[in-house]
């Protein structure tokens, strides 16, 4: 959840001190009432849930991040056994459902990306604004953005930053990189902002940190976060009931292209051509809203996370799910794997 203004929620749970994005379009596409069940993938600081909760619905949370759990204990006590709250990764919310709620769920949300409480502690990592160990680790277990930094080859390293983050002058950056952990490794995260920062420069056009898109690569390449969430679509359509919804916000390019394809290849026919004339017709295990949901203008001023956030609405159909032996081939988007193996 992001923002930084205090609420209060008169349904569940008192004082919020994020502010959920789009929370009621989620809302609008969720519709909770007394007697749904909804899978909250991405708990955070709770927002979606106090929304589902007050509006009657059941929760299962899940959250991969142990400190979030912990700050969500109050919240299962107030709201008198309708929260389950887990620590776990969404890509396994369909396991971790049919533990809890064997005959499927009425509802799915995800929120994608680093929340603004994960930020905002410097000893997590994720800032290059705030001086803290380089971590980044959603979950504090495997790799960590300084290993990343100061043990992927050259090549590899530029793979990361370009396409995880987007960035253009990745090579220049893997370079300056490498040049500077043969001195000493990096540690810090204003130490690798300040390196990357001398090499992409600021222009007065400029609206964002020169590091912003190297930090986007790390933390998305550390946590497997593109991975994780196509994983999570198919987990989800494996739990969710006929006519149930499936609503996923996105915060950039690539995460919201993972949404759009999955729902495009689990709601359209495979198109024929003079080359494979005789497409296979298959069950389609969705409906989906034509369109992306962006936030208002009044939001995206208020809250500037909002400004590049997208919603898409899945409804799921009475057809079996698929199995897929990949699921994230539909994504055609290279993962972890797809790196050669690293080293110095």
Known sequence: MAGDKGTEDPGVGGPVRHVPVLLQEVVGALVPTTGQIVVDGTFGAGGYTRALLAGGAEVLAIDRDPTAIAAGQPLIAAAAGRLTLVEGRFSELDAIAAAHHPAGVDGVVLDIGVSSMQIDAAERGFSFQKDGPLDMRMGGAGASAADVVNSLKPGDLARVLGFYGEERQAGRIARAIVARREERPFER????????????????????????????????????????????????????????????????????????????????????????????????????????????????????????????????????????????????????????????
């Open 189 to 344: 995260t204003l130490d690798l902002a300040e390196v990357i920062g001398r090499v992409v420069g600021r222009s007065p056009k400029d609206k964002i940190d020169p590091a912003t898109r190297s930090f986007q690569a790390l933390r998305i390449f550390v946590n497997d976060e593109l991975g994780e969430l196509a994983r999570a679509l198919v987990a989800a359509e494996r739990i969710l009931k006929p006519g149930g919804q499936l609503v996923v916000v996105t915060f950039h390019s690539l995460e919201d292209r993972i949404v759009k394809r999955f729902l495009k290849d689990r709601s359209m026919q495979p198109s024929g051509s003079r080359h494979l004339p005789d497409a296979a017709v298959r069950a389609l295990t969705f409906r989906a809203a034509n369109k992306a949901v962006a936030a208002s203008a009044a939001e995206a001023e208020d809250n500037p996370r909002a400004r590049s956030a997208k919603l898409r609405l899945g409804t799921r159909t009475d057809a079996a799910p698929r199995d897929d032996a990949d699921p994230i081939a539909f994504a055609d988007l290279p993962t972890l794997a797809d790196l050669p193996e690293t080293g110095a």
